[in-house]
């Protein structure tokens, strides 16, 4: 009698093969891990799930006495506090999405070398876990706005602030195409781990969070700046929900940060594909 199969695993032979159907099959299991990730990330923790709200608004308090008083970085037209925590909740899911990713690999090597299932579905429940972190933090930054407002700050919503939802689907990709990459690399070079957290925060300062590009006026460190995928992003979450004088909105920069990331998550996949066959022999 002829056996009928419920499914029929195949080794990749192309870099590109992603399977994109394959990984909708397991959609349930994408959620499962995302849900996993949620409900495990502060377990055995005092403030549990607090967290999720504590960590930007610490961060913005310290930036605002560090740089907004002492140094002077902010600008005089907004609270200083609502522009140091913007920066903040939008870096956070580009560095979040990076950081968890970047572990794919090494942090899933017990399950993946047992069960059988795409290895996409990991990074894109990575994606989820830190989107609905966000969206938590960002509903605090808009509770935040609407106390300053009612308190006398005075600030303006522009139309760019329509586009949240397109810049934040190009920070979780970006986060995701330089995660995967940096995850892919650990399997045999386990060096990227330790370094991971330090240019995280290296980028940062590179990027403008605790400070505004409009402020630089030599035009090669602007156009340095500028050509930060991260930077256009960060500026154009300031200028849509604070209005002019806090970012700058220019298309052309843009235009390159969306080529970068679509290079490098492009770059990321075809890496992550061909390291996925063989990776089990080297972690």
């Known amino acids: ?8 695993i195949r080794p990749k032979r192309k870099l590109l093969d992603l399977n994109l159907k394959e990984v909708w099959k397991y959609k349930d299991l994408i959620w499962l891990f995302a849900r996993r990730d949620i409900a495990t990330r502060y377990k055995q923790t005092v403030l549990g799930p607090l967290w999720f709200i504590i960590q930007p608004l610490m961060s913005s308090v310290i930036y605002t006495i560090a740089f907004g008083t002492i140094a002077g970085t902010a600008p005089g037209n907004v609270p200083s506090y609502l522009f140091y925590l913007i920066g903040t909740v939008s870096w956070g899911l580009f560095s979040g999405c990076l950081s968890a990713t970047s572990n794919t690999f090494v942090g899933n090597a017990g399950i993946f070398g047992k069960v059988y299932f795409p290895r996409l579905v990991t990074p894109i429940s990575t994606l989820l876990t830190q989107t609905f972190n966000f969206l938590i933090q960002f509903g605090i930054y808009l509770i935040m706005s609407l106390i300053l407002y009612l308190t006398g700050g005075t600030f303006h919503i522009t139309w760019i602030a329509a586009m949240t939802p397109i810049l934040m689907l190009e920070l979780a990709l ?7 990459i940096i995850s892919s690399l650990t399997t045999k070079y386990r060096d990227l781990q330790i370094l991971v957290g330090f240019g995280v925060s290296l980028v940062m300062y590179l990027s403008p969070v605790v400070y505004f590009v409009a402020e630089v006026e030599n035009p090669v460190l602007h156009t340095l700046l500028m050509i930060n995928p991260v930077t256009p992003i960060i500026e154009m979450f300031r200028y849509g929900w604070l209005g002019a004088g806090t970012g700058v909105v220019e298309w052309g920069y843009w235009g390159i940060s969306w080529g970068i990331t679509i290079i490098l998550l ?15 022999d080297t972690v």
């Open 1 to 8: 009698m002829e056996k009928k199969w419920t499914a029929v």
């Open 174 to 180: 970006l986060g995701l195409g330089c995660g995967i």
């Open 266 to 280: 492009f770059i990321g996949i075809i890496i992550f594909n061909k390291i996925e066959k063989n990776f089990m």
